[in-house]
């Protein structure tokens, strides 16, 4: 089973700053790896898939990168509407797919 | 639009039964890899099963022997029954979609449900 290590934990950044958040495999998934966004008391919503595509109506102030088994979220400008956990999700060789242990973007 | 409704969690005794409903409106469950992942409190997602358009299905390590999913087309509908349950099981859980992106070979859970919470306590 493929593992994912999201980094760090918790993110402490201000309203209008960058966020960059890490998603590592345990080994490659080519760019087989989708990230989510979960806001409190709400269900998963995808943001990224194929590593770097954004899904339907995502802003374009998300943008993933990345391949093998180094990836990146990166958020150019926090809006008060991103604070929530953000999770990664390989889907190579899949099942089981796996899912990261989730980076919480909180307000500084 | 698509929309997932699952329902049928509760509160279960240890090495209950407990049968999970989620049905579907905007999409045909039996066109489409519909899958169950689960969040225990304050914990992360983990995935726990997926039935394929071809009827074929799949389930992790942890719940294998005991949980199983099934479709009723009639109903456009997707189960998990879930039998022996554990305290370890206590979840949120949510269906989902997964959808094919062939431009890029990609699959992703683009559709969820709201959840449907599941404590196992005596």
């Known amino acids: 089973e493929i593992v994912m290590t999201q980094s760090p934990a918790t993110l402490s950044v201000s309203p209008g700053e960058r966020a960059t958040l890490s998603c590592r495999a345990s080994?490659?998934?080519?760019?087989?790896l989708a990230w989510y966004q979960q806001k409190p008391g709400q269900a998963p919503r995808l943001l990224i898939y194929?590593?770097?595509t954004r899904a339907t109506g995502v802003p374009a102030r998300f943008s993933g990168s990345g391949s093998e088994t180094e990836f990146t979220l990166t958020i150019s400008s926090l809006q008060s509407e991103d604070f929530a956990v953000y999770y990664c999700?390989?889907?190579?060789?899949?099942?089981?797919?796996?899912f990261g242990g989730g980076t919480k973007v909180e307000i500084k | 639009e698509v929309q997932l409704v699952e329902s049928g969690g509760g509160l279960v005794q240890p090495g209950g039964s407990l049968r999970l409903s989620c049905g579907a409106s905007?999409?045909?469950?039996?066109?489409?890899?519909m899958t169950w992942v689960r969040q225990a409190p304050g914990k992360g997602l983990e995935w726990v099963s997926v039935?394929?358009?071809?009827?074929?299905?799949y389930y992790a390590d942890s719940v294998k022997g005991r949980f199983t999913i099934s479709r009723e087309n009639s109903k456009n509908t997707i189960f998990l029954q879930m039998n022996s349950l554990r305290a370890e099981d206590t979840a949120v859980y949510y269906c989902?979609?997964?959808?094919?992106?062939?431009?890029?070979?990609?699959?992703?859970?683009?559709?969820w449900g709201q959840g449907t919470l599941v404590a196992v306590s005596s």
């Open positions: 039935i394929y358009s071809g009827g074929s299905s």
């Open positions: 905007g999409l045909t469950v039996s066109s489409n890899y």
């Open positions: 989902a979609r997964v959808a094919y992106y062939p431009s890029s070979g990609s699959f992703a859970l683009d559709s």
């Open positions: 999700q390989q889907y190579n060789n899949w099942p089981p797919l796996t």
């Open positions: 194929g590593a770097f």
């Open positions: 080994q490659s998934v080519r760019t087989n």
